[in-house]
């Protein structure tokens, strides 16, 4: 069973940064995609970035396409460290729009929507991130 756990989220101040974690274990050789997805009080869940990685032994390797929100504008970058197995989400200039409980996410597919969270197959608890 594929298990996702995200940490990293925090309280922090307008302007300032945090670096989000999600830890895989428990998947199978192929091609996978992996989202970061957030969900603010009374909104619905949505897609901030993906990127689409190969499960090869007991790593993943990163492939070239990387995919963001168009709200994101170059204030999120995605990223997969091979050696940990994990992914991560650098947030630099946050904004209280920010706040929410951020999730990681994977699915089997490349080809399906990456911003479609109906489409992913396992979730991770979530961590929260309160901009104020």
């Known amino acids: 069973q594929v298990q996702l756990v995200e940490s990293g989220g925090a309280p922090v101040q307008a302007g300032g940064s945090l670096r989000l974690s999600c830890s895989a274990s428990?998947?199978?050789?192929?091609?996978?995609?992996m989202g970061w997805f957030r969900q603010a009080p009374g909104q619905e869940r949505e897609g901030i970035a993906a990127?689409?990685?190969?499960?090869?032994?007991?790593?993943?390797?990163?492939?070239?396409?990387?995919y963001y929100a168009d709200w994101v504008k170059g204030r999120f970058t995605i990223s997969q460290d091979e050696a940990k197995n994990s992914l991560y989400l650098q947030m630099n200039n946050l904004i209280p729009d920010d706040t929410g409980m951020y999730y990681c996410?994977?699915?089997?597919?490349?080809?399906?929507?990456?911003?479609?969270?109906?489409?992913?197959?396992?979730w991770g608890q979530g961590t929260q991130v309160t901009v104020s």
């Open positions: 428990g998947y199978t050789k192929g091609n996978w995609c």
């Open positions: 996410a994977a699915k089997r597919s490349w080809s399906t929507p990456w911003y479609e969270a109906a489409r992913y197959d396992y």
């Open positions: 990127i689409f990685l190969e499960r090869e032994g007991d790593n993943f390797s990163g492939m070239p396409r990387k």
